[in-house]
C-alpha cells in the first residue's frame, strides 16, 4: 500500500522492536473482514488470524496470540463485548481495538469497560485504522474524535460513586510508586497519550511505557482503563 506521495508504507505495521504487529480481525461479515485484513497486511502488519463470530473468535485468540484485536462488537453466537472480556482475562498482554458501525455512547463505554484499549468507527479511514491499530500496540488509547472525551467523562462519574471494595494496591502499606511513576500516572490520567508524555517529560516513548507497565505491576492493575480509574478516585488528575 502507498501513501499519498507514492512512498511504500510496510513499515507502517512494525512495532517498537522493528518486528511486524500480530493482528486478529474479528467480524461476521467476510468482505468487510477479508478487506480490513488485506489493507493491514499490504501495510507490514501480519495478520495472524480472522474469525466470523464470537465463539470462533475466542478461541482463534488464544491459539494465534494476537498483539491486537480487532474487533466488531456486533457478531453472532457471542457479543463483541464478551470476546473482548474473555480474550482479555485469557491474556492480558492483547490490546483490543473495537471497529464497531455504532457510536451509541453506551456502546462504547461498554467496550471499554470490557477492556477495549480504544474504539474507531467504521467511517475511519485506512490510514486512519493503520495509525489506530499502530497506536493500540504502543498502548495508547484509541478513540474516534469525540468518544475520548465521553470516556474520560464516565471514568470521573463512576470514580465519584461511593466506593467498593478499593482496588488492589490502594491500601496502606501497598507498594509505593516513584516521583516518576506517579508523575506518569497523573498525565494517563489527564488523557494524554505515551507519545505527548514523553514530550512533556522529555524522555523516550519506550521509558513512558516502562513506568507504566512497573506502575501496573505494583498496583496489581491489568490494564491502562483500570490505571486511569485508579488515579482518577485518587484525584490525580485533578493535581
Known amino acids: 500500500m502507498t501513501d499519498s506521495t507514492g512512498e511504500h508504507k510496510d513499515h507502517g505495521g512494525h512495532g517498537d522492536h522493528g518486528a511486524p504487529i ?3 480481525v474479528v467480524d461476521d461479515h467476510p468482505m468487510w473482514r477479508d478487506a480490513v485484513a488485506r489493507d493491514l497486511s499490504e501495510s507490514g502488519f501480519e495478520v495472524v488470524a480472522t474469525a466470523g463470530d464470537g465463539d470462533q473468535a475466542v478461541r482463534r485468540a488464544k491459539a494465534a496470540a494476537p498483539g491486537v484485536l480487532v474487533l466488531d462488537l456486533n457478531l453472532p453466537g457471542k457479543p463483541g463485548v464478551q470476546v473482548c472480556k474473555e480474550v482479555v482475562a ?3 498482554a492483547v490490546r483490543v481495538l473495537v471497529l464497531s458501525a455504532s457510536g451509541e455512547h453506551a456502546d462504547v463505554l461498554e467496550a471499554v469497560k470490557s477492556g477495549a484499549t480504544g474504539y474507531l468507527l467504521k467511517s475511519a479511514s485506512t490510514e486512519e485504522l493503520r495509525d489506530a491499530v499502530r497506536r ?4 495508547d488509547p484509541v478513540f474516534t474524535p469525540g468518544l475520548a472525551g465521553l470516556v474520560l467523562g464516565e471514568y470521573r462519574r463512576l470514580a465519584s460513586e461511593p466506593a467498593g471494595p478499593a482496588p ?3 491500601e496502606p502499606g501497598a507498594p509505593r510508586l516513584t516521583d516518576r511513576e506517579t508523575e506518569v500516572l497523573r498525565l494517563v490520567a489527564k488523557g494524554l497519550s505515551y507519545k505527548q508524555i514523553a514530550e512533556r517529560l522529555v524522555i523516550s516513548h519506550r521509558t513512558v511505557q516502562n513506568h507504566v507497565q512497573n506502575t501496573l505491576g505494583k ?3 491489568h490494564n491502562r482503563v483500570e490505571l486511569v480509574r485508579y488515579a482518577i478516585e485518587r484525584g490525580l488528575d485533578d493535581e
Do not use: E, I
Open 168 to 170: 488492589a494496591g490502594g
Open 22 to 24: 500480530r493482528v486478529m
Open 90 to 92: 485469557a491474556n492480558p
Open 136 to 139: 493500540t500496540a504502543a498502548g
Open 219 to 221: 498496583l496489581q492493575l
